[in-house]
């Protein structure tokens, strides 16, 4: 099993960046992301369920954030638009076991990607 994310990189204030996390071996399994800005506890951004794939976002992102996935590609996308400066953070992709539904709770993901820095200037 490995997550694989990139696409961060530095942007400006209402720009847009597509991040991508490759996820071999992770077939129906919800897939997260997460972000963790310096002096910050890693926080929920967005999730799909591995069981019918619908989405749920945090309210920060919600209306700005996409999350999708390609299962073919076995890749899930995370579509930031009108990006703000307190976007500012690393992102992670996660992975957690079907059963446990469309969960916000970093404990419940079982396997994580390195992270991916994303920084939004003002």
């Known amino acids: 099993v490995q997550l694989q994310a990139s696409g961060g990189g530095l942007v400006q204030a209402g720009d847009s960046l597509r991040l991508s996390c490759a996820a071999s071996?992770?077939?129906?399994?919800?897939m997260g992301w997460f972000r963790q800005a310096p002096g910050k506890e890693r926080e929920f951004v967005a999730g799909?369920?591995?069981?019918?794939?619908?989405?749920y976002y945090a309210d920060s992102v919600k209306g700005r954030f996409t999350i999708s996935r390609d299962n073919a590609k076995n890749t899930v996308y995370l579509q930031m638009n009108s990006l703000k400066p307190e976007d500012t953070a690393v992102y992670y992709c996660?992975?957690?076991?079907?059963?446990?539904?469309?969960?916000?709770?970093?404990?419940?993901?079982?396997?994580w990607g390195q992270g991916t820095q994303v920084t939004v200037s003002s």
């Open positions: 799909i369920r591995g069981s019918d794939g619908s989405t």
């Open positions: 996660a992975a957690a076991p079907r059963y446990r539904g469309g969960t916000t709770n970093s404990y419940s993901y079982d396997y």
């Open positions: 071996g992770l077939s129906g399994y919800t």
